[in-house]
């Protein structure tokens, strides 16, 4: 549980909880930026799509790894092809919620990071009401059930209308 009040706490440093991850958004980079890399990736894929299709209907092989006809759009395609700079978070405890930031960056996490993954925050610095983060102070918690995998295509959808709100 997050101490009462955590929007106007200050200076103090949480004791182990386990909260649950309500929203992950890049806020060093702008959302106009990020919607350009978003239609970016939507242009990439749809032109390696049509490639393949095209050589696939005039007879021509697909089967040479090396060849660019073979783009898969993925998830991991996806997370590496998006800019990062500093993650927000809001997290939850189902009582109140409260954003952290990374002071670093944190190797478990992306804006791909599911909605609902429990996180592990141990001895974490809030300061005027936001959560400083570090590798070393919060843990991703492996998932309960195995996690949907997910249309890249949709990924691709979520992230618009999430960067589309912000703007």
Partial sequence: MLPPSIGTQHNIV????TLQVKLVT???????EMLERIQQIKDEAESKAYEKLRK?????TTED???SSNFVLTPQFIRDSLPRSML???????TQDV?????????SFSVLTPLGSKVLVKNAKLKR????????NIQLLPPS???PVLDPKEILKYLERLYQEIL
Avoid: M, S, W, Y
């Avoid at 890049?26 to 106009?32: E, H, K, S, V």
């Fill in 145 to 147: 059930t195995p996690a």
């Fill in 14 to 17: 949480l004791a182990p909880t």
């Fill in 88 to 94: 927000q978070l809001t997290l939850t405890d189902g």
């Fill in 56 to 60: 696939t209907k005039a007879g021509g």
């Fill in 129 to 136: 009401g936001v959560l400083h983060i570090r590798n070393e």
């Fill in 26 to 32: 890049d806020c060093g980079i702008g959302a106009f």
């Fill in 99 to 107: 954003v952290a930031v990374e002071l670093e960056r944190l190797n």
């Fill in 65 to 67: 790894p090396a060849h």
